[in-house]
C-alpha cells in the first residue's frame, strides 16, 4: 500500500465514530482552531491537516488506539511537544489523525545513584530540568530547548547536547524505551526487554543495546514516529556541578576555532563546549526585539566559542584549576586567548551560564523573535569539513543577497569531537513574499551544495528526505522491509522519509 493509499483509504468522514470506543470524548478534539496548531509549521515540507486529535493517557489506550488505526487504515502522526514547529516531521503529511502525548506526561523515576531519569514522552525540558535539580542533577540537553519541546522526542531525534564530552554515540544519552509498534504490539528495548513485566525487572534499564544482537533502538532513533511510538524512555542525568567558570574564545576563523574545541575535547578539559556567530548568539541573548538582539549583534564578535571548566563533589576547586591550566596552555599553543568576560557584552555572562542549562520559557521563541519566522538547515560533519561546509553557505548567502545580520550559526562538537553538528537559522518575514521567495532558493541551493560538499543530514526532514534517499536505493529498500515488518498498513507517519 502506498502512502497515498494510506492516507486516502478509511472512514475520513467519520474518524471520531472510529476512535470513540477506544478514546473518551474529552480527550479528542475536532475543533478546527485546535488542530491548526499540528498543520502550522516553520518548513518547506509539504503538509495538510488532521480531522482529529486524540490524547491518550497510557499505553493500553494508546495499543487500542494503533489496532482501530490498523483496522479501519487511518494515519496517525505523533506529536509530543508544543508549538512553535520547525522541521515538519510531526506535521500530517495525509492528514489523518495526531496522537498527541501531551498527557502522558509522568516521570515515572529519578535515580540520582545511577544518573539516571524515566520519563513518559510528554514530559518537557521546561518540567524535567527543574526537577532534576532538585536531586542535584542536571541533563545533558540541546541548546536552550523550547520549554514545550518533549524530552523523549529530543533525545530520539538525536538532537545534539551541550556536553560533548559524556555522549558515546549519536544516540547517546537515550537509554531504553518501551515502544507500541504499528500493529499494536508492545516491546521494551536494551536492558528493559525483560523477561517479566517492567517493575518485576531487578536490573537497572540502562542498557540501550539488545535485546540480542540486534540493536532495536537504532530502528526509532530518527525516525520521526515512522516506526513506533515511544511510551516511556530511560535517559542519562548528570551531577549537577558546585562549581563552574565560563571562558570564551573569540575570533573570525572557525577552522581555528574548532581545533580549539578539538583540543579541550581529546583532553576531557571542558564542560559545555560550542561556538555561536553573532546573530545566533544575540538571538538567544536578547531580551527584546529589535532592540536588544540589533545592538547585541552588532557589538558581539563574529565567532564565540563558549567553554565552561565545571567541579562537582570531590575537590571541585583542584579540578578547576587543573582544567583551567589545560585550557590555558591549548589556547597558548594555538595563539588564542580565552577571557572570563563576554567580548560585546560584559555583564551578560550568568545569562549564558543559564543559556547553556535552562529551557527557552520566552514568547517569541528566539528564532522568531528577529523577522518573525525561521527556516533551519543542519548537518553532521567531520571537524575537518566544517569550515569549509560554513564558507559554501557563507557564499551562498552572498549570492542570493540575503543580508548576513539575518542568519543565524551554531556549530555543536558530538560523540567527543568526533563530529559536529552545524545549523544555520534564516530568520525571515512570512509575510513578504520576495523574501520568502529568496530565502526558498538559498535553502534548497545551500542543501544541495552542503551535501555534495560532505554534509551529512542525519534527520532528513521534509525535502531533505529526496536528497537523502534519492540515491541510496539498497537502503531504502532495506527500509521499507523494515517498515513492512514493525508497521504492516503504514499508518505510523505516513509521507516521511522514505516511507
Not at 502525548?101 to 518540567?127: C, D, S
Not at 540537553?141 to 538525536?158: H, I, N, Q, T
Not at 525487572?201 to 533502538?217: E, R
Not at 585550557?327 to 555583564?347: D, M, N, Q, W, Y
Request: glycine share 10%; hydrophobic share 40%; aromatic share 8%.
Amino acid at each position: 500500500m502506498t502512502t497515498e493509499e494510506a492516507g486516502a483509504r478509511g472512514p475520513q468522514a467519520d474518524v471520531r465514530a472510529v476512535f470513540g470506543g477506544v478514546v473518551a470524548d474529552e480527550r479528542m478534539t475536532e475543533d478546527p482552531q485546535d488542530l491548526e496548531e499540528y498543520r502550522r509549521d516553520r518548513s518547506f515540507g509539504r503538509g495538510v491537516g488532521a480531522s482529529l486529535a486524540l490524547f491518550p493517557t497510557n499505553k493500553e489506550e494508546l495499543q487500542a488506539v494503533v489496532r482501530q488505526a490498523n483496522e479501519c487504515r487511518v494515519p496517525l502522526v505523533p506529536v509530543s511537544s508544543g508549538p512553535p514547529h520547525f522541521h515538519g516531521g510531526s506535521r500530517p503529511a495525509y492528514g489523518g489523525v495526531v496522537v498527541d502525548f501531551r498527557r502522558m506526561n509522568r516521570i515515572l523515576k529519578v535515580n540520582a545513584t545511577e544518573r539516571y531519569v524515566m520519563v513518559e514522552p510528554g514530559v518537557t525540558y521546561g518540567e524535567l530540568i527543574p526537577e532534576l535539580r532538585r536531586h542535584g542533577l542536571r541533563l545533558d540537553a540541546p541548546l536552550l530547548p523550547r520549554a514545550s519541546k518533549s524530552v523523549v522526542a529530543s533525545r530520539l531525534e538525536r538532537e545534539p547536547v551541550v556536553i560533548p564530552k559524556y555522549q558515546y554515540d549519536y544516540s547517546d544519552p537515550l537509554m531504553t524505551v518501551e515502544v507500541v509498534y504499528g500493529d499494536g504490539t508492545e516491546f521494551r528495548t536494551g536492558s528493559a526487554s525483560g523477561p517479566g513485566p517492567l517493575e518485576k525487572l531487578t536490573a537497572d534499564k540502562v542498557n540501550p543495546w539488545g535485546p540480542g544482537a540486534i540493536d532495536y533502538l537504532r530502528f526509532l532513533t530518527g525516525a520521526q514516529g515512522t516506526m513506533g511510538l515511544v511510551t516511556w524512555a530511560v535517559t542519562k542525568a548528570e551531577i549537577a556541578p558546585s562549581l563552574q567558570e565560563l571562558h570564551f574564545i573569540t575570533g573570525r576563523d572557525i577552522a581555528l576555532l574548532t581545533t580549539v574545541m578539538n583540543r579541550l575535547l581529546l583532553r576531557r578539559v571542558a564542560d559545555e563546549c560550542l561556538a555561536l556567530n553573532n546573530v545566533g548568539l544575540a538571538a538567544r541573548l536578547a531580551d527584546d526585539w529589535p532592540a536588544d538582539f540589533e545592538g547585541l549583534r552588532d557589538a558581539l564578535p563574529e565567532w564565540t566559542v563558549m567553554v565552561v571548566l565545571a567541579g562537582y563533589k570531590r575537590h571541585p576547586e583542584e579540578r578547576l584549576a587543573i582544567q583551567k591550566r589545560y585550557l590555558f596552555e591549548i589556547c597558548r599553543e594555538l595563539g588564542v586567548s580565552p577571557v572570563t568576560s563576554l567580548p560585546g557584552a560584559e555583564g551578560r555572562e550568568q545569562a549564558v551560564l543559564a543559556m547553556l542549562s535552562e529551557p527557552y520559557y520566552r514568547e517569541p521563541h528566539f528564532k522568531l523573535g528577529p523577522r518573525g519566522s525561521c527556516r533551519d538547515i543542519m548537518y553532521l560533519s567531520p571537524a575537518s569539513k566544517v569550515a569549509e561546509l560554513v564558507g559554501i553557505m557563507e557564499r551562498l548567502r552572498d549570492t542570493h543577497h540575503y543580508p548576513r545580520e539575518n542568519v543565524g550559526a551554531y556549530i555543536q562538537p558530538c560523540v567527543q569531537g568526533r563530529g559536529y553538528h552545524s545549523e544555520f537559522d534564516i530568520y525571515c518575514d512570512e509575510a513578504n513574499a520576495a523574501e520568502m521567495s529568496m530565502v526558498r532558493d538559498l535553502f534548497f541551493e545551500a542543501s544541495d551544495a552542503l551535501m555534495a560538499g560532505g554534509a551529512f543530514f542525519s534527520r532528513p526532514y521534509g525535502p531533505w528526505s529526496q536528497m537523502v534517499y534519492g540515491c541510496y536505493g539498497d537502503g531504502v529498500a532495506a527500509l521499507r522491509k523494515l517498515k513492512g515488518i514493525f508497521d504492516p498498513n503504514n499508518i505510523l507517519n505516513p509521507g516521511k522519509l522514505c516511507f
